[in-house]
């Protein structure tokens, strides 16, 4: 039983492509995140969504777009990508309470060429 | 804005030894703390976490922590290493009055010697 899933695991691109990765969680959350990880390993929110509404906005260029259609998914839409893009992005999910414990996905490994 | 600091880049113990891996957090009020550990190319798991209660918080895998409010820190133990335990330790920390957002630590590189 997978808690929090994302698609697809690998992505490797051309720069100036559009991509999308999706993820679910089947938690019951009503709370999800984007976080991305650097080559050094640091780790950054991106973004959450609450009941589908967005409750953090990092500083993130525009080309990133977050789209939740419901409280167990979130997907992430990168347009016109490029080199720095590269990393491994992480969705998470938890009960939007201060001292409820975030659950990670797997993680997507995107490799922009 | 709430902070975390990790000094050591990497811990290295021989196993059976004990392991300490430390962490002291920066937060406006009373923090929420969290240790993850993430295996190579795999997601972070969930270790541990102090919200409340008593200072000593006991996790999965034989790990626990000691919350020190006078030291703001969060140090990771765990009495004896096992090589399985080589891995990537993030500490974590979230201000009990803020949203949901999580402040991580750089993390710490544990290498365990057979």
């Known amino acids: 039983d997978t808690a929090v899933s994302q698609t697809p695991k690998y992505l490797v691109t051309q720069m100036g492509n559009d991509k999308s990765i999706k993820c679910e969680q089947n938690?019951?959350?009503?709370?999800m995140y984007w976080y991305k990880q650097d080559s050094k390993k640091f780790l950054k929110i991106m973004f959450s969504?609450?009941?589908?509404?967005?409750?953090i906005n990092e500083t993130v260029p525009n080309r990133f777009s977050p789209k939740s259609p419901d409280k167990a998914h979130l997907n992430l839409h990168i347009n016109s990508l490029e080199l720095g893009d590269s990393a491994v992005y992480f969705c998470?999910?938890?009960?939007?309470?201060?001292?409820?414990?975030?659950?990670f996905g797997p993680g997507t490994r995107l490799l922009v060429l | 804005a709430q902070s975390v600091a990790q000094p050591e880049d990497q811990v290295n113990v021989a196993e059976g030894n004990p392991l300490t891996v430390k962490c002291t957090y920066s937060?406006?009020?009373?923090?929420?703390l969290f240790w993850y550990v993430q295996y190579p190319n795999r997601g972070l798991q969930f270790l541990l976490k102090y919200i409340t209660g008593d200072n000593l918080v006991k996790g999965s895998y034989g790990f626990e922590a000691e919350f020190n409010k006078s030291q703001t820190s969060f140090h990771l133990k765990k009495p004896s290493a096992l090589v399985s335990d080589s891995a990537l330790y993030f500490c974590?920390?979230?201000?009990?009055?803020?949203?949901?957002?999580?402040?991580f630590g750089k993390g710490n590189q544990v290498v365990v010697i057979p």
């Open positions: 974590a920390v979230r201000d009990y009055y803020g949203n949901n957002r999580l402040a």
């Open positions: 938690l019951g959350h009503d709370t």
């Open positions: 998470a999910s938890s009960q939007v309470e201060g001292g409820e414990t975030q659950y």
């Open positions: 937060v406006s009020g009373n923090p929420y």
């Open positions: 969504y609450n009941n589908k509404e967005l409750i």
